[in-house]
């Protein structure tokens, strides 16, 4: 891939994006308005079916990283981070729809940054974990919180769950972390606002860390975290992340087509640990219960 540098010689980032150009995958660079394929077909970005941009085979998870994230849950950050997966299944694109399931109520947003893996990696220092991520991506890490009270500990259907997984627009490279603003709205109003500086642990660092034990190959994924105040959406709201340098991620929830089977496996419950975490981790202080819908 080509690296734009200025007179001076730092390198400029650079935005790629996947989309479905006449129904084959296909890497495309951002050309002002425009999306370029590499035989010269254009499409407009408004008019693109975006893909995720980058093609994993492995999506892994931090716990909590921001600090008003721990602060809201009045918790304590470990000594060293610690991770869950999202499984393939769960990754799309801009502008998909992501569906909750007919007999959930409880699915919260979480607005991140996505590390994006560009060469095989396997016991690096926090000084080489950088020359290993092929840029970074905005993502939404969405919780199924029906789940919560069997799934805590792995968060498989919590977060796991068919759709809960978009990264996009574009892969972004040459990109600088630091300082770098983040924010969630719902339908247009701002739920989550912080910058990167609240990151306990950054890029480098995670990348570092999980590739002391585990190989990571070009593609993989690896999100980095939220800042407080996810909360409950509901079907028909439009929830979009926005990270300063890397653009936005927008996405639709929808309700799923088939309602959640009752005759295998636990049921979606309603405890005080799932509303407790689907609303922040005070709302029976506050008295606030969001409407059903």
């Given at each position: 891939m080509t690296?734009?540098?200025?007179?001076?010689?730092?390198?400029?980032?650079?935005?790629?994006?996947?989309?479905?150009?006449?129904?084959?995958?296909?890497?495309?660079?951002?050309?002002?308005?425009?999306?370029v394929a590499g035989d010269g077909r254009r499409v407009a970005i408004t008019e693109a079916n975006h893909l995720a941009p980058c093609q994993p085979t492995k999506i892994i998870c931090i716990h909590l990283n921001y600090r008003s994230r721990v602060e809201e849950f009045m918790a304590k950050l470990p000594a060293a981070p610690t991770y869950f997966h999202k499984p393939l299944t769960s990754l799309c694109g801009h502008g998909a729809?992501?569906?909750?399931?007919?007999?959930?109520?409880w699915l919260n947003y979480e607005g991140e940054i996505a590390i994006v893996i560009g060469r095989t990696c396997r016991n690096v220092s926090p000084d080489e974990a950088?020359?290993?991520?092929?840029?970074?991506?905005v993502a939404n890490d969405y919780g199924l919180h029906d789940f919560r009270d069997t799934d805590a500990g792995s968060m498989l259907r919590v977060k796991g769950s068919d759709t809960l997984c978009p990264v996009g627009p574009s892969l972004v490279e040459n990109?600088?972390?630091?300082?770098?603003?983040?924010?969630?709205?719902?339908?247009?109003?701002?739920?989550?606002?912080?910058?990167?500086?609240?990151?306990?642990?950054?890029?480098h660092y995670?990348?570092?860390?999980?590739?002391?034990?585990?190989?990571?190959?070009?593609g993989d994924v690896i999100l980095s975290g939220t800042p407080a105040n996810s909360r409950?959406?509901?079907?028909?709201?439009?929830?979009?992340?926005?990270?300063?340098?890397?653009?936005?991620?927008?996405?639709?929830?929808?309700?799923?087509?088939?309602?959640?089977?009752?005759?295998?496996?636990?049921?979606?419950?309603?405890?005080?640990?799932?509303?407790?975490?689907?609303?922040?981790?005070?709302w029976e202080f506050r008295g606030i219960r969001p409407p059903q819908k």
């Open positions: 690296t734009a540098t200025t007179s001076g010689g730092s390198a400029l980032p650079i935005s790629t994006r996947r989309i479905l150009l006449d129904g084959y995958p296909t890497q495309v660079v951002e050309n002002g308005q425009d999306l729809d992501i569906v909750r399931p007919d007999g959930c109520k950088g020359n290993y991520i092929a840029g970074y991506s990109w600088d972390f630091r300082g770098k603003g983040i924010r969630t709205l719902v339908n247009g109003e701002v739920r989550q606002e912080a910058t990167t500086d609240e990151m306990q642990w950054d890029m995670l990348v570092a860390d999980l590739a002391r034990t585990i190989t990571l190959v070009p409950t959406v509901y079907p028909g709201d439009v929830v979009t992340v926005e990270v300063e340098g890397l653009g936005s991620l927008t996405n639709t929830i929808v309700s799923g087509p088939t309602a959640i089977r009752t005759d295998v496996g636990a049921q979606p419950s309603e405890s005080e640990e799932v509303l407790s975490t689907a609303q922040g981790g005070d």
